[in-house]
């Protein structure tokens, strides 16, 4: 069986499984999982992921290689630094 989806072909073996076909692994963490930004009076969320391998009928699990450099655990990243913070208050 074929038939055409929003993706492209989508195509089923004889016992009803699906063929010809690649599915994105991906990595969500705390720091990344939703971004919430005020848009008017409604919210919109947004997922932000990182693609960390692929899953094929044909190959099955196949790692793919990371598109940015991980950041630092965030203790490490406070270590030896010196921060400045800035508070601008106005008065009308």
Same mark, same amino acid.
């Given at each position: 069986?074929?038939?055409?989806?929003?993706?492209? &072909?989508?195509?089923?073996? +004889? +016992?009803?499984?699906?063929?010809?076909?690649?599915?994105?692994?991906?990595?969500?963490?705390?720091?990344?999982?939703?971004?919430? &930004?005020?848009?008017?009076?409604?919210?919109?969320?947004?997922?932000?992921?990182?693609?960390?391998?692929?899953?094929? +009928?044909?190959?099955?699990?196949?790692?793919?290689?990371?598109?940015?450099?991980?950041?630092?655990?965030?203790?490490?990243?406070?270590?030896?630094?010196?921060?400045?913070?800035?508070?601008?208050?106005?008065?009308?």
């Amino acid at each position: 069986v074929e038939l055409e989806g929003l993706t492209g &072909e989508i195509r089923f073996n +004889d +016992d009803g499984r699906r063929q010809n076909y690649t599915l994105h692994v991906v990595e969500m963490t705390v720091n990344s999982a939703m971004v919430k &930004e005020a848009m008017g009076l409604s919210l919109m969320t947004v997922y932000v992921t990182l693609q960390v391998a692929e899953w094929t +009928d044909e190959a099955g699990f196949t790692p793919v290689s990371a598109k940015y450099v991980r950041l630092k655990p965030h203790s490490e990243i406070e270590k030896n630094r010196t921060y400045i913070v800035t508070t601008i208050v106005a008065l009308n």
